[in-house]
């Protein structure tokens, strides 16, 4: 008998709800409840259609053409790796910012990885039928990792080079995510500070209704739906993005400036590649808004000048919020910096701590510095 259930659109990701590494007991990362957010909005936006089909797809990602229809040909592929309760293997990129720059870390650090499982109700969908209490059990987890052996001459020239300069550093893209709730019956969405410090590189966001992000086995967590959105305005202290209202109508189609500013934003425009994301995804599933606000091209592999000031989001609607509200899930990318010595610390600031704005929590002091 088949079964009428699935696991989500990118099952590796979905394993875990919150994502966490320290370096010698220092938290160095920490997702927050976002990290199936983060991976997901970075394999579907971030990566090539080819990409997403040969490597994200030992990761069990699948993109649907329709996220609610039950015979959708990607979710009836996941519903028949799940049949009978079959075992399944899958292996994913691990989407924290150490893991996604090119250079190798020191030998000999002290590397710890935490990984918190998510709900059952967020990881597994049942788009029909009367909802059946399935679980998703995980036997067997595995961390692999690429090990450089080099020369004892090369170890040896490493360790003067600390000695003489205390530090090695690391260039990062620091993606920090953020979400906040819009209540039910609204037509604009009071002015959200995301974030008070520096201000991204670039911003992406997107609406999820309440019962889909919280988790439910009857809904998709990643289905991004317009809902009547008109105008999303970026505003960055004096500066407001985008220049020219976007006057959205999704209903009549009016919204290729939208899509033309997501794809502009991940660099596609002038690539000559493609992430697969049509105006068709876009206008109802695969609803995304995009800033670019760094001056530096996206192929560029400049750092961009800190920026300070506050970020916020101006967000109105063409017809009330539906009811039980939704969530505005964002996507910020920072140019960041990870520094660590020749005694294997990373370079901590005490005064300095990072600091989660939605639950008001520190979530690891400074060592990823926006700059």
């Known amino acids: ?75 009836t592929a996941r519903c028949a790796l799940a049949d009978g309760g079959a075992t399944m293997e899958f292996i994913a990129p691990i989407s924290a910012d150490i893991f996604q720059q090119p250079r190798a870390l020191l030998p000999f650090l002290d590397f710890k990885i935490v990984l918190h499982p998510a709900s059952d109700a967020f990881r597994i969908e049942q788009r029909r039928g009367d909802l059946q209490p399935y679980s998703l059990v995980i036997e067997d987890l595995i961390f692999l990792s690429r090990q450089i052996t080099c020369h004892d001459s090369t170890m040896l020239a490493i360790d003067a ?3 003489e300069h205390r530090l090695i550093s690391y260039q990062l893209n620091s993606i920090q995510m953020r979400s906040f709730f819009i209540s039910a019956g ?46 999303v305005f970026l505003d960055m202290g004096t500066e407001t993005l985008p220049l020219r209202s976007w006057n959205m109508n999704f209903e009549r189609n009016n919204c290729a400036r939208a899509y033309l500013a997501l ?59 539906p009811a039980g509200g939704i969530y505005c899930v964002v996507f910020a990318e920072f140019s960041s910096e990870l520094g660590i010595n020749a005694e294997r610390e990373s370079l901590v600031d005490p005064e300095e701590v990072v600091v989660d704005d939605e639950h008001e929590r520190p979530v690891g002091r400074a060592l990823v510095s926006v700059a």
């Open 186 to 231: 609204r037509l604009h969405a009071p002015e959200h500070k995301l974030f008070t410090t520096a201000t991204p590189r670039t911003l992406i966001c997107g609406f999820v209704a309440s019962e889909n992000f919280n988790g439910s086995t009857n809904t998709n967590p990643f289905y991004f739906r317009p809902f009547g959105v008109t105008e």
């Open 263 to 321: 794809q502009d934003t991940l660099g596609f425009t002038k690539s000559g590649e493609s992430n697969g994301v049509t105006f068709n995804h876009f206008k109802d599933g695969h609803t995304f808004f995009g800033f670019d606000i760094s001056p530096n091209a996206q192929d560029s592999d400049s750092r961009d000048l800190l920026k300070m000031g506050e970020t916020s989001l101006r967000i109105r609607f063409g017809q009330a919020v």
């Open 1 to 75: 008998m088949r079964v009428e259930n699935s696991v989500g659109d990118d099952v590796a990701h979905l394993i875990g709800v919150s994502l966490g590494h320290e370096l010698r007991g220092v938290q160095v990362y920490d997702s927050g409840v976002l990290y199936p957010y983060r991976a997901y909005m970075q394999g579907l936006l971030g990566h090539s259609k080819d990409y997403k089909e040969t490597h994200l797809a030992l990761a069990g990602f699948s993109m649907d053409e329709d996220l609610d229809d039950h015979g959708d040909p990607a979710y």
């Open 161 to 163: 080079m600390l000695r």
